[in-house]
Each structure stands twice: as C-alpha cells, then as structure tokens.
C-alpha cells in the first residue's frame, strides 16, 4: 500500500465565517467559530496544515488568540506563525501558520515587498512524517495580493525566487506550497500557472474548476496545493464544511 501524508490549507478568515471584520463578532460567535475550524482539521485527520489570515490576540481578534486556539482544538502538537500583518495603531496581528502531527524544523518566513496592504507573505518549515521512512520535505503556506494582479505577479516571482533558493540549499528537498493564492491557474505568464513553472512545481488538475471562494456562492479556485515533481498528489477534495468564506483544501501526497 502506498504511503502518503495528508495535507490541508484554509484560509479562516480571521474567525470569521463570512467577509465580515472579526472585530464586529461576539466573542462567544468567534470561540464558536473557532472550535468548528479545530473541529474540523480533526475530522480532515490532516498531519500538515497550512493556515492564512490567522490572528495572534490582540484587539481586532477580541484578544482571543485564534492560532492557539485552533491548534488546541486541533489537537496539533506543532505550532508555527509568521505574524505578518502587524499593525499596532489598528489593533491588528495576524499572518500564517501551520499546525503538525509531527515535528517543523528549518523554519523560514518572509513577508512580500511593502505595499498599502502589508500582510502577504509565506512560512515555510521541514517536516519527517513516520509513513514517509525518515525521508524530508519541506510545506509552505502562502497568502497572495488580492487585488491588484500586477502586485500578486510580483509576489509569484519573489516566492518562487526564495522557494528555488531553499531547494538549492537543501539538496532539492521535496515541497508541498498550500494556500490562498487570490487568482486562478492562469497560465505561465500569471496566476498559479506562472507559480508552478518559475518554482517548478505541478498543481492537481489544473484546469478543474472546483471553486473554493467564497463559500456563500462558489464561483473561483483561490486555494491551491501544489507539490515538487519528486511527489505525486493521489487524493484531492474540497471540503463543503462552511467555517469560512473560503472552503478547506486536502490532499493525500505520495513519493512519486
């Protein structure tokens, strides 16, 4: 039987179900919130979790830290968050993150070039799952501009540069990216299409249109996983379970 570890990314949208500020919520509603989100990367029985617009406490996230929180509802013993979107004078801490079964070594963020909207950027860590022998790879989670095409083209490059630069350095470590990529698969001059050939990595079924956002009614493919060539995607599903405005991604990875 094929060995495969199980990968997920969601964008939780800071707690919140639908676009709404989490700021506006009770906090009995975002704790509820919270514990679905857990609820569910338990049910997924996912061992690698890419996570994007996740709040450290502060006032915007009615000081409840929600990366604490899900990863205890979660049950996910290894923790880690790259805080990117700090803005003090607006109450506002938040980035992203990824929860393991296992353990993350080799830690590494970077948050993209400064724009108005300074809280884009990757995480990116080393894990050895057991089913995968003592072999490594290395899981990413990304968040990408939302707006401005011209801004998102420029971070594909950027990630793509560091993510080349970390393979080179470690011998060509095989890597899963997961996250919200705010654009289609596109070709190979923009969208997922130019993330995949500038990085070098292959996306499962590019051309399917299963929408991830926004969950009141789907219409996009903003949540993507994607693997280096050494590993082969052998599962993929979109989650219906409605704890966001985007929809969970899992995929069942192999060693090709």
Known sequence: MQETIRMMTLNVAHGARNPLPAALLRQRTLVRNLDAIGALVRRAEADVVALQEIDRACAFSKNVDHFEW?????RMPFQLHAPHGRRERFGMLHGHALLSRHPLGGAEDRRFGRRFCHDKGF???TVSPPQL???ELDVASVHLEPFASGVRRSQILELAMALRARRERTGGRPMVVMGDMNTGYGDTTRGVGLLATEAGLEAWRPTDRTPTYAMSLPRVRFDWILT???LDIVGHQTLPDRVSD???VVADVAWA
Do not use: K, L, M, T
């Not at 899900?70 to 979660?74: C, E, F, G, L, S």
């Open 133 to 135: 022998r003592g072999r």
């Open 246 to 248: 985007h929809a969970a």
């Open 123 to 125: 995480v990116v860590a």
């Open 70 to 74: 899900i990863a205890d509802a979660a």
């Open 228 to 230: 280096s060539p050494e």
